[in-house]
């Protein structure tokens, strides 16, 4: 800029213009290459060809594979294996023909329900179903269902999670 003042007094109109524009083109790439970058890597989506009874959920911190549901008789069985690295909690499982599912946790302390929901620690697998592990029930299921169902999960850090469900 002290450049341009100096040149303002003895310059030519036609070069002060190109130095001002000059000027105004270097300003603007500069707030731009500063502007639009905050220094953090942006979250990578992953996208799975769509199965039902199969999802693959990842995010910044979280990295859950859902495999094996299906809705049948008024419970739900899924096994969830938490890959990530902080511990996860199944908060609240819904579909639109059976409402509200009941959440249990397993006898003991591996896949318990806490106030927060069914705790999956890192590394581990919950099976949801299975003889001595947690549960997903509904008190009042349908008596029919499509194909597949929207089914909705909420988890603690991975949030909310749409399964496309095999029913029957």
Known sequence: MLILVAMTATAHPTVLR???????????????????????????????????????????????????????????????????????????????????????????????????GVLIKPGETAEFGGAQGPSITFPHPAATHPATVDTILIFSVSGLVHLDTPAG
């Open 18 to 116: 190109r130095a001002l524009a000059l000027v105004a083109a270097a300003g603007a790439t500069a707030l731009l290459a500063t502007g639009c970058s905050s220094g953090a890597a942006a979250p990578a989506a992953t996208l799975r060809p769509a199965t039902p009874g199969v999802l693959s959920v990842q995010g910044p911190r979280s990295h859950l594979e859902l495999t094996g549901a299906k809705l049948a008789g008024g419970a739900l069985t899924l096994t969830v294996r938490n890959e990530g690295q902080v511990a996860e909690h199944l908060s609240m499982v819904s579909t639109a023909p059976d409402g509200r599912a009941t959440l249990a946790g397993s006898q003991g302390p591996e896949h318990a329900l806490t106030s927060a």
